[in-house]
């Protein structure tokens, strides 16, 4: 699977941006999805995640109500759009893929798969 991050930009705080990730390959319906990012100099984040089998998804407790997490199997592409932006959003926010097999994917480690990263500028 190889993943195309899509959508960053600069943006006043309380704006919004829609990240898109593409994906290539024909089996991209089985694997769970995950949003992470990371900010200068620090560790890389887990920001939300969504599953295949049961579109559950799950969301880092800063983000919640904010940001949204969702899948487009037909297009091979998962979003999350950004809503109510911060400056402590901004960060360079990667895309990840892993074979689906029914467990919570919310750590780095959990992924195999990952794109190149997109980055988000929050201005106050």
């Known amino acids: 699977v190889q993943l195309q991050a899509s959508g960053g930009g600069l943006v006043q705080a309380g704006g919004s941006l829609r990240l898109s990730c593409a994906a290539s390959?024909?089996?991209?319906?089985?694997?769970?999805m995950g949003w992470f990012r990371q900010a200068p100099g620090k560790e890389r984040e887990f920001v939300a995640r969504?599953?295949?089998?049961?579109?559950?998804?799950d969301y880092t407790d800063s983000v919640k109500g904010r940001f949204t997490i969702s899948r487009d199997n037909a297009k091979n592409t998962v979003y999350l759009q950004m809503n109510s932006l911060k400056p402590e959003d901004t960060a360079v926010y990667y895309c990840?893929?892993?074979?689906?097999?029914?467990?919570?994917?919310?750590?780095?480690?959990?992924?195999?798969?990952w794109g190149q990263g997109t980055l988000v500028t929050v201005y106050s």
């Open positions: 990840a893929a892993v074979r689906d097999m029914g467990r919570r994917y919310v750590y780095t480690d959990d992924y195999v798969y």
């Open positions: 390959g024909r089996t991209f319906s089985s694997y769970a």
């Open positions: 969504i599953s295949w089998r049961t579109s559950s998804t």
